[in-house]
């Protein structure tokens, strides 16, 4: 008689606190900007810049990365998830990317109070930081995941000139 699985990464969710701390050259308090989603674990990394990009109000899409064990952009000691791309070229002590397409939520193995970050955009470096709320909700059954729970804070433009007449 197969046994039952309490929870499976089909059924639950984690949920993500994700805090703006920067972009265009601007330092946002922090909590000011924040968006706080359920995911369900066997979410990727991909998914999850989707629902970023659609939580923040983002409607031109660029490069992306999510890094581990770094709290800056670029850091060449953090492990670095994104869209690898195999151009022949790198710097030296460069890291490699990893393809955040085939990496989900429960195989980073996150804990309550763990904190990884997010870069959108190689230019105007759009800075954010991810806590682990939870990672053992149940997922309601018939609901479409991710969902966002709460919004603090109005998100910028992605361009601030996008308010100038040209």
Known sequence: M???KTFSNNNVCIRLRITLLSGMGTDFEDDNIVRVIDMRAKHTLDQLHAMIFKI???DDEHMYEFTFGADRPYSSKAIRYGIPIDDGFSFPNETKVRDAAH???ASLELKPGDVFYYLFDFGD???HRITV???DIRATPGRRYPVLVEKIGESPDQYFMD???E
Do not use: G, M, N
């Open 2 to 4: 197969p046994t039952q």
């Open 103 to 105: 990496t989900t939520l």
């Open 125 to 127: 470096d759009w800075w």
């Open 56 to 58: 923040f109000d983002r």
């Open 133 to 135: 709320d939870s990672v």
């Open 163 to 165: 308010d100038v007449d």
